[in-house]
């Protein structure tokens, strides 16, 4: 089965906005903190944001203040609002849990900030 689904990403312009989407399966997602995690060529992944089952949330120093993680329980989705966006932001943006246990890697959304 699919258990992870990413969508929203595209070609934006330095300043514009994106809003990306992860639709879990509700067994991982109604048990487990959510991330997003980022990797661009040639380096390595990295966590982009995290929210617990709470609400609560953590994000990268380089993305303060301009991204918001938020969830949706009821349709066992996460979002990650992305504002104000960088060319240093472009990468393929993936969800899966935090921390990573041996669950797949969905596709992917790739995300380019370019003029």
């Known amino acids: 089965q699919v258990q992870l689904v990413e969508s929203g990403g595209g070609l934006v312009q330095p300043g514009g906005s994106l809003r990306l989407s992860c639709a879990a399966s509700?067994?991982?997602?109604?048990?487990?903190?959510m991330g997003w995690y980022r990797q661009g060529p040639g380096k390595q992944r990295e966590l982009v944001a995290r929210i617990t089952s709470g609400g609560g949330t953590n994000y990268a120093d380089s993305v303060k203040g301009r991204f918001t993680i938020s969830r949706d329980n009821a349709k066992n989705t996460v979002y990650l609002q992305m504002n104000s966006l960088k060319p240093e932001d472009t990468a393929e943006y993936y969800c899966?849990?935090?921390?990573?246990?041996?669950?797949?890697w969905g596709q992917g959304t790739q995300v380019t900030v370019s003029s």
């Open positions: 899966n849990t935090f921390p990573l246990y041996k669950i797949s």
């Open positions: 509700g067994s991982i997602f109604s048990t487990n903190v």
